[in-house]
């Protein structure tokens, strides 16, 4: 009787864990859906992990060449330098350039680009800044990290405004 019992309760126990467990198991398989990372968190390269994240075609920061020793160059860091690659990501999407990703001008302030898979990934402007033809820099002379400006408007104060792309909840 006692036997019994025990295998009764034993049998109970497995079974309410298996009914725990299934949805967690069941939720990490992988979909067939191409836009199954959609749902995941955000990968951020700007931390120190960068280097053991996969690389998803994010377009490589170059200098900016051509620039004679007569031009005058403005740096862009910050909020203005992530503002400068923005505009020109969406320069280039409305030229019909469809090889580069696609940034986004987030909720909390930021850009970012989604992958292959749908997954989000944050862009971040190169710790040394940009440099941008002054004239061209102009545009950005109120943001926040223009030539070393640590004031001035930031991203969080573009989202919102009219004409400006904002991605899928981020």
């Not at 931390?47 to 900016?64: E, I, V």
């Not at 060449?65 to 860091?77: D, E, F, N």
């Not at 969406?90 to 930021?110: F, I, M, T, V």
Request: charged fraction near 20%; aromatic fraction near 8%.
């Amino acid at each position: 009787m006692i036997k019994k019992s025990w295998l009764r309760s034993r049998a109970i126990n497995l079974l309410a864990i298996s009914v725990l467990v299934a949805p967690i198991v069941a939720g990490c398989g992988s979909g067939s859906d191409k836009r199954s990372g959609a749902n995941m968190p955000p990968v951020d390269e700007s931390s120190g992990r960068a280097a053991q994240t996969m690389d998803y075609g994010a377009p490589p920061q170059q200098p900016k060449h051509g620039l004679s020793t007569g031009q005058k160059v403005a740096i862009l860091a910050g909020a203005a330098a992530l503002y400068y690659m923005y505009k020109k990501n969406k320069a280039k999407h409305e030229q019909g350039d469809a090889n580069a990703p696609q940034y986004y001008l987030s909720k909390n302030g930021r850009v970012y680009y989604r992958d292959a898979s749908g997954r989000a990934h944050w862009v971040t402007p190169p710790q040394q800044g940009i440099q941008v033809p002054a004239d061209e820099a102009a545009q950005y002379r109120d943001m926040q990290g223009y030539n070393g400006n640590q004031g001035g408007r930031s991203l969080l104060d573009m989202v919102g405004s009219s004409g400006y792309e904002t991605g899928n909840g981020y």
